[in-house]
């Protein structure tokens, strides 16, 4: 099947238009998962809760880098090192986890770490549907990753400084 | 057959029967309106002979739209402004005016659990955790013509406390302190029921609510605080249900 | 009124496919998904049917052992439904008819069969996501049976799967955990589905098809789409809290008696209804959307104030937002809340009453007449009407005090979902039957359905607000065990009568369906006379549904208009060329 190239351009623009009504979508996860980040935060007798060891802020964006760079390689062109990145954030984030279930602020240690785990968490699972999308269509969709990644990070963002920062 | 609401044996109950009475009667003349409009169009605009086409308009004539907000804003002002101001008057004015600062209130704590009730009033000394605590199993007993003054939680899942003949529904939820209050007017025996699915027995979870008299409340008191007396344990005064309703420990 | 020039894009038409899996399994055609979602969304209504017949058994005659297949499915409790069986009824019964009935035939099915036609384009804009979306479904009713099988049973937590019951506290097995994630993946198929049918209606409609000559099935499943897509997600949030509490050992939900127990099971309730709320909005604008244009093409006059129905219809969705503190009214939520909330809800009365007028206001002085799906339509009026007002006994906080969680509450939303969502199910379906698969259904038993669907219905629906009004709670298992309602046996036996006359009463719609579909007349293409786009094409639709992208001139309910009338008939479709220019008689209702 040969499509006109108006018709190929079309196709472009509704994937565009698709991805910014499923980025919508996913906003709105993360935005009710914030909402519930507040609600437990409001509720709280304080915060952080007492008795919780500081967190880890400096190892968490450390971890940033790595998707900024994703973003960067991406734009560039290298669809290859973009994927690599980000399974190294997902490695990083990893240990992350790891570290905060032994110093205590793990997802059963307390609200702290339970908000945390569950925003990180969503957000690796998205990071590592970015990646599948990666491997399928690095060279071809370049445009439409790029605001997908660019989405990824900003949610990581919101959430390192929802979270660990504020 | 004849629809009745359960028997009304509160002081604001009424108040209740009220907003539902107005709705029925609002809404009710608003259906029949709405009916009768409409079975008039299908009677009298049903294709027949000599009435074969449509009128074509798009209806999006001012006139037309006038009418449309017209009878919507009608509706609107007749039915939900006015219940909406008279529910305000009688949730702040009643039902949600709790009565902390009313000496002759009866604070009873209520602690619901898969799948019963235990109350817990302070006994004639006023005051919570000491050996004349009356605690009770399933029955609630409070004297007529005094504000009884509820705070419930839960041990475990969401319930919530029915008094349907006091047109009272409040949450028990886990890990907080909800609360409402009534007043018996009539002495007599009311039930109690869960209104919130708490598994398998939800539906046992009936109780007992036992309004009395002025001298019959006073030598049921006695003969409940004797009895509690006996199981009063002072190492867990918690232990068999309620909290200290000043600290809320 | 200006028009926006949609891009005329007229590609080459691609081949249809060939072999049996890619042109009825695996395919990308939205005719085909629309068919498989209607046929697992009819699958799964029968079965949640047959629930419901079960959960009025038991309430009709407590205790006695259930005629038939009592043994066969509650062999254990000797033929009768036990207490923990009832409540998985009741749970699965909601699950099944929200997310596995309603959702797959009305946006799934209807949905996806109508959209590209009524818009002019060949398919959606993403056809292998739409052939994802319907296997995301597929796998989730999987879960779901899987959950009936697991043990410790099913889940018996109701559909809305409150906290702490929905935890480990009250839901140890590994049943609720597949309920979850069985919801959630039918949420990822509802997503996938928003996001497609969204660009769809932005970029595929055919050239002059504005925004305001799209018939209103199309802003239904738009602003459906809406809905689903910004608020299935905050279901998803919610499922994925209460999934890492039964799974991961977090405490977001869980508090009580537990130790260390932080959590909060409100928070729950908070994130629950909101999403929940706009799900029933979610549920009706379908049908809003299908009644609006039917009512037109079977009164044979233009949808009455169609820009005033596509305002309120985008006024509910955008205060169906706000609104969702009414299903937590007695939860104990500070004054300033509740009565916010309850303000709120009472100001969404205002656009549903809109829309219910110009209703009216298209069935007044029209041609009416009553083929099947006109009188489904009708029924429609009725029984949204009736349960439309009686929300408003459950928006006002001192009623709701007492009508809370009763059935009420259950007469109320059954009206709406039941009663009102079935009628436009029946409604698009007989009227879409012939476009679907080029046969025509049989008139006399359509009718013969519908009558003994309406009245029962009614009876069982309308009976369900007497009992509620007479206090009985909802999810009981045995209401004897209270004196107050023992005097309601009667009227629960009553229903439960009339409801089995509704269950069996589908039995003549399975025979009209199946029976025509394998020997109904053939279906000419336009057998209603109507405008719309899909009637332009055969029934059933080529693969490529339009030889050639049709340029659209005017709106979809160019009914009664004078011009047709040299052209011997009463309506204008939406894309012929026709001198418009009005006589200079005013149109008023005559003879052809």
């Not at chain 2, 299908?42 to 004539?61: D, I, K």
């Not at chain 2, 041990?155 to 919530?160: F, L």
């Not at chain 3, 909060?264 to 049908?287: K, M, R, T």
């Not at chain 3, 909330?341 to 206001?361: E, N």
Request: hydrophobic content about 50%; glycine content about 10%; some cysteine.
């Amino acid at each position: 099947m040969t499509a006109v190239p108006a018709a190929a351009r079309r196709r472009e623009v509704d994937a565009q238009v698709g991805l910014v009504i499923f980025l919508g979508a996913t906003a709105m996860l993360f935005a009710a998962l914030l909402l519930a980040y507040a609600i437990v935060r409001a509720q709280a007798p304080a915060w952080p809760p007492a008795g919780a060891p500081p967190f880890p802020r400096g190892a968490a964006a450390v971890n940033t880098f790595a998707l900024v760079a994703a973003s960067i390689a991406l734009r560039r062109g290298r669809p290859g090192l973009a994927l690599g990145l980000g399974a190294a954030f997902l490695a990083a984030q990893g240990l992350l986890w790891q570290h905060l279930v032994a110093i205590h602020l793990g997802p059963t240690a307390g609200a702290l770490g339970e908000v945390f785990f569950a925003l990180s968490v969503l957000h690796a699972a998205h990071v590592l549907g970015g990646l599948v999308a990666l491997a399928w269509a690095g060279a071809r969709r370049r445009r439409l990753l790029t605001l997908y990644w660019d989405f990824v990070l900003a949610i990581w963002i919101v959430v390192y400084l929802a979270v660990c920062v504020l | 057959m004849h629809l009745v609401l359960p028997r009304d044996a509160s002081l604001d109950g009424h108040l209740v029967d009220g907003a539902i009475g107005y709705l029925t009667l609002t809404t009710g003349v608003v259906f029949a309106l709405a009916l009768a409009f409409l079975l008039a169009a299908l009677l009298f605009h049903r294709a027949r002979a000599g009435r074969t086409w449509g009128q074509h308009t798009h209806g999006n004539r001012t006139r037309d739209r006038v009418l449309m907000f017209t009878v919507a804003l009608v509706m609107f002002v007749a039915i939900d402004v006015t219940l909406a101001l008279r529910a305000t008057r009688d949730l702040e004015g009643r039902f949600w005016r709790y009565p902390d600062a009313d000496p002759a209130a009866l604070r009873v704590e209520v602690t619901a659990r898969q799948w019963a009730w235990t109350f817990r009033t302070a006994g004639p000394d006023g005051r919570f955790g000491t050996p004349d605590d009356v605690v009770t199993l399933n029955e609630l007993d409070v004297p007529v013509g005094r504000p009884v003054y509820l705070k419930l939680r839960s041990r475990d899942v969401v319930h919530s406390l029915y008094l349907p003949s006091f047109r009272i529904k409040i949450d028990a939820i886990p890990g907080m302190t909800t609360r409402a209050w009534f007043q018996a007017t009539e002495k007599g025996r009311s039930e109690i029921g869960c209104a919130q699915h708490c598994g398998v027995n939800h539906y046992k979870m009936r109780g007992l609510l036992v309004a009395r008299d002025g001298a019959d409340y006073r030598d049921w008191l006695a003969r409940a605080e004797t009895d509690s007396r006996l199981r009063y344990d002072p190492a867990g005064p918690t232990a068999i249900g309620g909290w200290d309703w000043e600290t809320g420990q | 009124m200006s028009e926006r020039q949609v891009a005329s894009i007229d590609e080459e038409i691609e081949p249809a496919p060939t072999g049996f899996l890619r042109r009825y399994v695996f395919s990308h055609d939205h005719k085909v998904i629309g068919r498989q979602f209607l046929f697992l969304g009819l699958g799964f209504l029968a079965v949640g049917g047959l629930m419901a017949m079960l959960i009025r058994w038991q309430l009709a005659r407590p205790g006695a052992p259930v005629p038939v297949v009592g043994k066969l499915l509650f062999g254990p409790s000797g033929g009768v439904i036990s207490p923990v069986a009832y409540t998985a009824l009741f749970t699965m019964h909601g699950t099944i008819m929200i997310f596995f009935a309603v959702t797959p035939i009305l946006i799934g099915g209807f949905g996806n069969f109508c959209l590209p036609l009524l818009i002019g384009a060949r398919d959606m804009a993403f056809p292998r996501l739409n052939m994802a979306s319907f296997w995301t479904m597929f796998a989730a009713t999987a879960v779901l049976t899987a959950s009936f099988f697991v043990p410790l049973g099913p889940p018996e937590a109701g559909w809305t799967a409150y906290a702490t019951l929905s935890t480990a506290i009250g839901a140890p097995g590994p049943g609720q955990t597949l309920w979850v994630v069985a919801i959630y993946l039918n949420g990822a198929s509802s997503v996938m589905g928003a996001v497609n049918y969204i660009t769809t209606v932005l970029r595929l409609r055919a050239p002059g098809m504005t925004y305001t000559r799209m018939p209103l099935t199309v802003w239904g499943f738009f602003l459906t789409s809406i809905l689903n897509a910004l608020f299935v997600p905050v279901l998803a949030a919610a499922m994925v809290l209460l999934l890492f509490d039964r799974l991961l050992g977090t405490q977001f939900f869980i508090a009580g008696s537990t130790p260390g127990a932080g959590g909060d099971p409100i928070l729950y309730q908070h994130l629950f209804w909101l999403f929940g709320h706009p799900e029933v909005y979610i549920l009706i604008l379908p049908a809003w959307g299908i009644v609006g244009d039917l009512l037109s093409f079977f009164a044979r006059k233009p949808a009455f104030g169609y820009r005033v129905t596509v305002g309120a219809l985008c006024g509910v969705v955008l205060l169906s937002t706000v609104v969702y503190g009414h299903h937590m009214f007695t939860t104990g939520m500070s004054p300033l809340l509740g009565e916010s909330f309850m303000l709120l809800t009472m100001i969404i009365s205002v656009p549903t009453a809109l829309i219910v007028l110009s209703w009216l206001g298209t069935l007044w002085r029209g041609a009416i007449r009553f083929p099947t799906p006109m009188l489904f339509c009708l029924g429609l009026v009725f029984t949204f009407g009736v349960g439309g007002l009686t929300g408003l006994y459950l928006a006002d906080i001192t009623a709701d005090l007492y009508l809370h969680d009763t059935y009420f509450v259950v007469g109320h939303f059954h009206l709406i979902m039941a009663a009102a969502l079935l009628m436009s199910l029946f409604a698009a379906t007989y009227f879409w039957f012939p476009k679907m698969f080029g046969r025509m259904m049989s008139e006399g038993l359509g009718k013969l359905h519908f009558w003994l669907t309406f009245v029962p219905l009614n009876l069982v629906f309308f009976g369900m607000l007497a009992i509620g009004y007479e206090g009985m709670e909802r999810r009981l298992y045995d209401p004897s065990v209270f004196d107050f309602l023992k005097p309601l046996l009667p009227l629960n036996r009553a229903i439960s009568h009339a409801a089995y006359l509704l269950g069996a009463a589908q039995l003549v719609f399975v025979l009209n369906f199946f029976w025509s579909l394998a020997r109904g007349p053939r279906a000419a293409a336009n057998p209603w006379q109507v405008g719309t786009l899909e009637w332009s094409v055969a029934s059933p639709p080529p693969h490529h549904n339009f030889d050639r992208i049709p340029i659209v001139v005017r709106g979809p309910h160019e009914l009664g208009h004078p011009a047709a009338r040299p052209l011997g008939r009463d309506w204008l479709s939406q894309t012929e060329l026709v001198d418009e220019t009005p006589p200079a008689a005013a149109p008023s209702p005559e003879t052809a």
